[in-house]
């Protein structure tokens, strides 16, 4: 496959600016560091709890909402139903929403005061999780990035197998005689 360098070119510059952007940004706070001993940050304690909470909460944020959204994508994209494509405008809605109104929704609902956590105490139960912890943290990540994930997934889905089953009839095959 050969590339087209006038297709590539703007890829390649948006990289290099990145890059650039992230050098800098390191450069800068290594020439404010008074003293340059990397290994000092690994004997610290506090420094290494805080990388590893921060690795697994990353880790667990990633595998749930892309884990859950895949299923909720490929349902939506086989289902065609009244209200679909609302939901899947609705789904980008989190791009908009500003974090600190979906955070204080989220803290009505299920905080220790919230909606939910009063509905259960009315049984003697209280939530299996604290909203202020790795749960509260997991639930806004899923909450924000679930729905983006599921609309990508079902519009890739859409575009990918158009384009698989459409590149059979271009061709000049008939429909049908190219199997998967």
Same mark, same amino acid.
């Given at each position: ?20 952007? @992230? ?9 404010? %560091? ?61 791009? @908009? ?28 139960? %209280? ?38 089953? %459409?590149?059979?009839?271009? %061709? ?9």
């Amino acid at each position: 496959m050969i590339l087209n360098p006038s297709r590539t070119w703007p890829g390649i510059l948006s990289a290099g600016l990145i890059i650039a952007l @992230v050098a800098g940004s390191i450069l800068a706070l290594l020439v404010q %560091s008074p003293t340059l001993n990397p290994g000092d940050l690994w004997h610290d304690s506090y420094l290494r709890h805080v990388t590893a909470f921060t690795f697994k909460q990353a880790t667990l944020s990633v595998l749930f909402s892309v884990g859950l959204a895949i299923p909720v994508a490929h349902a939506l994209y086989l289902r065609r139903f009244p209200g679909r494509s609302l939901l899947l405008r609705l789904f980008s809605m989190t791009l @908009v929403l500003p974090v600190l109104v979906g955070v204080v929704g989220l803290v009505a609902i299920y905080g220790n005061r919230g909606l939910i956590a009063d509905g259960l105490s009315l049984f003697g139960v %209280s939530l299996p999780f604290n909203l202020y912890g790795l749960g509260g943290i997991l639930l806004a990540h899923i909450f924000f990035n679930l729905p983006f994930s599921a609309g990508f997934c079902c519009k890739a889905w859409s575009k990918f197998l158009q384009s698989r089953f %459409s590149s059979p009839t271009i %061709s000049g095959f008939a429909a049908g005689t190219v199997s998967a």
